[in-house]
């Protein structure tokens, strides 16, 4: 069974950094392209980063480009996403996804393309 869980998430100044983190079990993590999405009150969820299996190409949404960085640590089936120069706009449920397909080609912000999800993690930033 494919568990997914995310944490990290807390109240946050705005200008401040978080880092969130995911682990998935009951798969092979390193043959899944992963992503970060996230979904505000009254707004649609939100891809905004990926990353390719082995973690050399990654993606990001124009909204957190810049600030945020994607990465992670195979050997820990594990998932980062480090959040810099925080803003209010930032508030909102964080939610790691793995892959449909194993090996994927494209490193795809697109949330059809994912298969299992977490809980999700609220980070909510103050102004």
């Known amino acids: 069974q494919v568990q997914v869980v995310e944490s990290g998430g807390e109240l946050v100044q705005a200008g401040g950094s978080l880092r969130l983190s995911c682990t998935a079990s009951?798969?092979?993590?390193?043959?899944?392209?992963m992503a970060w999405f996230r979904q505000a009150p009254g707004k649609e969820r939100e891809g905004i980063s990926c990353i390719k299996y082995n973690g050399v190409r990654t993606s990001y949404a124009d909204s957190v480009k810049g600030r945020f960085t994607i990465s992670r640590d195979n050997p820990k089936n594990t998932l980062y996403l480090q959040m810099n120069s925080l803003k209010p706009d930032d508030t909102a449920m964080y939610y790691c996804?793995?892959?449909?397909?194993?090996?994927?080609?494209?490193?795809?912000?697109?949330?059809?393309?994912?298969?299992?999800w977490g809980q999700g993690t609220q980070v909510t930033v103050s102004s």
């Open positions: 009951g798969l092979p993590f390193d043959q899944y392209n």
């Open positions: 996804a793995v892959h449909r397909y194993s090996y994927a080609s494209i490193c795809s912000l697109a949330s059809d393309r994912y298969s299992y």
